[in-house]
């Protein structure tokens, strides 16, 4: 007996980016998109009440960052694969996710094959790396030659990617509740 398809949840702004995935994984027997969701409080409240086996999260959606939605999810699901798909290059925001809780990160302009070796891979309990981010793990082992964005703290992180996103400092303050100094 075949057990039943890995369940795939997408959180994606983008309804055309969603399609295109389902298409994709369509064509897999043993992975199935089975929800979608196109704003961080959907996908949290769908990823509490609903079993699935891993989340492919986008970075940007238009009412959360992607590393806001990982520290929100962790608590009440810190075994479940997290897969980032973001526009960004992965030399800006990976490393920073990865230690944030992801389990893997991989671009928009993967090959369609990528993305489905990416979801097996963390459906195996292991992490997904492209090659260039073991090249940049690489280096730093060899000496701290990472750009300098990676050297903040994960608060530090999230207020630089709600700066990046056009966010003013008043409305990062009524997001994150640091004072405006700290901000």
Request: aromatic share 4%.
């Amino acid at each position: 007996m075949i057990g039943s398809p890995s369940r795939v949840f997408v959180a994606d702004d983008h309804a055309l980016f969603r399609e295109g995935v389902k298409s994709l994984l369509a064509e897999e027997s043993d992975i199935v998109v089975a929800g979608e969701a196109g704003s961080a409080k959907e996908t949290l409240q769908r990823i509490r009440n609903e079993p699935f086996d891993i989340l492919l999260l986008d970075i940007s959606l238009p009412d959360g960052s992607g590393i806001d939605l990982l520290h929100q999810i962790r608590p009440h699901r810190p075994d479940l694969p997290i897969l980032i798909l973001s526009m960004h290059s992965e030399e800006q925001y990976a490393v920073s996710l990865l230690r944030a809780g992801a389990n893997g990160y991989i671009t928009k302009d993967a090959v369609p094959q990528q993305v489905v070796q990416a979801i097996r891979t963390l459906l195996q309990g292991r992490k997904y790396i492209s090659q260039a981010v073991a090249h940049m793990l690489a280096e730093d082992v060899n000496g701290d030659r990472r750009p300098s964005h990676e050297h903040l703290s994960e608060r530090e992180f999230q207020v630089f990617c709600k700066l990046a996103a056009g966010r003013s400092v008043g409305q990062i303050v009524g997001e994150l509740f640091p004072s405006h100094k700290t901000v």
